[in-house]
Each structure stands twice: as structure tokens, then as C-alpha cells.
């Protein structure tokens, strides 16, 4: 399979009850959906989420100017129509900043000819499936491209840039992901084989979730709608990741970021940006 040919394929705590705090998600009183798990068969994990508050908190993040819908997901998805994501390129790596990826100069100029060689022969070599299709074996594959990298560039980093060239396969695996499954911040960077071990289990986890709770994920993609026009342009890999990482961040207190910050955040009214490239005349 050509790159071409790819590119076309990329809580709160479970103790609180669910509240709208204002943000205005619609019920749907016929549905059975109360609640997501979002890390089934992991012990230590971030479990089961109230699905209102989970919805809450997608809106919440789309509408926020400064967060990664903005910067990584809306520019990404216009730059994959302009087909950026046929080729690996040196500055290829650049697009992990926009999720935060916090890269240094060392880490650039070690993206060399040789390392895109290798990650450009596992990307090409994944199964054209989504994540929630593929068979053991070929989660495997998905795991050894997601532990591709160097020291100082692992799982968190990289996989914020192969996640646009496969959005229906490659989640982000950061330390929000990786403490959301029960393991340390550092879980997908840190050791050798328990990283590959932590990869690949998460990778089925989340392959679970999208084969099992299809339809929580169905019944928050309708809601969020409502609210944010853009939200079918996304996978819903993405879309679980969005929901993962946001529900973990909400248990982080940090100076001037309170716990619940997304669940409780009044949004603005969505405006989409506009990413569309201007031509040098």
C-alpha cells in the first residue's frame, strides 16, 4: 500500500454523578446510554464516566480557541485534503507541537533520512482497517509503529504526527492516555519491553471500547453536533481520544486549571477557523 493510499484512511471521576453545568447538551430521553467505560479490563484505570459529562466535556474543548481541535485537528484535516500526508517529510515531525508534542531542536535533527525510511516502511505496511476492525496480529503491526522513535522521542511525540496520516488507526498515546490506563505519566516512553507491553495493551483497550460501546460514542458524536458543526470530520478514534484525554486532564489540578476544568467550562459559540492555504500571487 502506497502512502497515497493511507492517507486517504486517523473522566471525570467515576464517583461523580452527571450534571449539565450549564452547557447546553441536549437529552435524548429515549436513550439507554448513561455512561462510557474508558478503560475496560485495566486496573487502576480511569473507568466508567457519566456520558452527559463526557459529552460536556468534547464541547467544551472544541469551543475553546487555544485547544487542539484549533491548532492540530482543523488544520490537519485541511492539510490531508491537500494531500500533505502522502509523504513523510523532515519537517513532518513539526505537526506534534500543534498537540503540544514540545519538541526540541536535537529531536528534529535526529527525524533523519534513515529513521523516516523505517517509520514510512511500518506506516505503509498497516493494515488499511480501522482500529476497531483489526485482528490481534495486525494490532501488533499498529503497536510497533507506535513505539517507533529514539530517546526523547517516543510514543507521546510521534504519535501525534502519524495520527493524521491514520486517523482511523493511530490514537495519541500521551501521559493524559497513558495515566487514563492505569500506568505512570511516563508509561509509553518510559523502559523498553514494559512500554511495547503498555502500548499494545492500550491499543486493544481502545480497540474494545470502539468495537463495544459503539454506540455511546454514536449517541456523544449526535449530541456534541448540536454545538459544534465539525464534529462529524472525525474519526472515532479521534473522537475517543478527545473524550480519554479530556476526562484525564479533568482529574489534573494545576495552577490556574482547576479540576473539572473542561466538564464546568462555559463555552462560546463555535466558530470555525479557517485553515484554507493563501497562495503566494
Keep these: 500500500m502506497s502512502l497515497g493510499q493511507v492517507a486517504k484512511s486517523r473522566g471525570s471521576r467515576s464517583t461523580r454523578g452527571s450534571v449539565n453545568h450549564g452547557i447546553p447538551i441536549r437529552k435524548n430521553t429515549m ?8 478503560s475496560p479490563g485495566m486496573p487502576g484505570g480511569i473507568g466508567v464516566v457519566p ?10 474543548y472544541c469551543t475553546h480557541p487555544r485547544s487542539g481541535w484549533h491548532t492540530y485537528d482543523m ?16 519537517w513532518s515531525l513539526l505537526w506534534a507541537t500543534a498537540l503540544s508534542g514540545r519538541l526540541s531542536a536535537s529531536d528534529v535533527a535526529r527525524f533523519t533520512h534513515e529513521f523516516r525510511s523505517k517509520l514510512l516502511q511500518r506506516l505503509t505496511a498497516l493494515s ?4 476497531a476492525e483489526m485482528d490481534d496480529d495486525e494490532v501488533k503491526a499498529l503497536a510497533l509503529l507506535c ?12 504519535t501525534k504526527m ?4 491514520r486517523p482511523d488507526a493511530v490514537p495519541v498515546l500521551d501521559g493524559h492516555v ?7 505519566r511516563d508509561g509509553f516512553r518510559a523502559g523498553k519491553e514494559p512500554r511495547w507491553d503498555r502500548i499494545e495493551r492500550t491499543l486493544l483497550t481502545l480497540r474494545s471500547i470502539l468495537r463495544q460501546q459503539h454506540g455511546e460514542l454514536t449517541h456523544v458524536r449526535d449530541q456534541v453536533a448540536h454545538e459544534v458543526s465539525d464534529i462529524g470530520t472525525v474519526t472515532d478514534l479521534r473522537l475517543l481520544d478527545i473524550i480519554i484525554w479530556t476526562s484525564q486532564d479533568d482529574r489534573i489540578a494545576r ?22 492555504p493563501l497562495p503566494l500571487q
Aim: charged residues 25%.
Design 31 to 38: 436513550s439507554t446510554y448513561v455512561q462510557m467505560d474508558l
Design 51 to 60: 456520558i452527559q459529562d463526557v459529552a460536556a466535556r468534547v464541547v467544551g
Design 75 to 90: 488544520p490537519g484535516l485541511e492539510a490531508r485534503r491537500g494531500g500533505h500526508f502522502k509523504e513523510i517529510a523532515p
Design 128 to 131: 488499511a482497517k480501522d482500529l
Design 147 to 158: 513505539r517507533s522513535g529514539f530517546s526523547g522521542l517516543w510514543a507521546p511525540k510521534v
Design 162 to 165: 502519524l495520527a493524521l496520516y
Design 178 to 184: 497513558a495515566m487514563a490506563m492505569g500506568f505512570k
Design 255 to 276: 495552577a490556574g486549571s482547576p479540576t473539572d476544568f473542561w466538564l464546568n467550562r462555559q463555552p462560546r459559540d463555535y466558530q470555525p477557523g479557517r485553515f484554507d
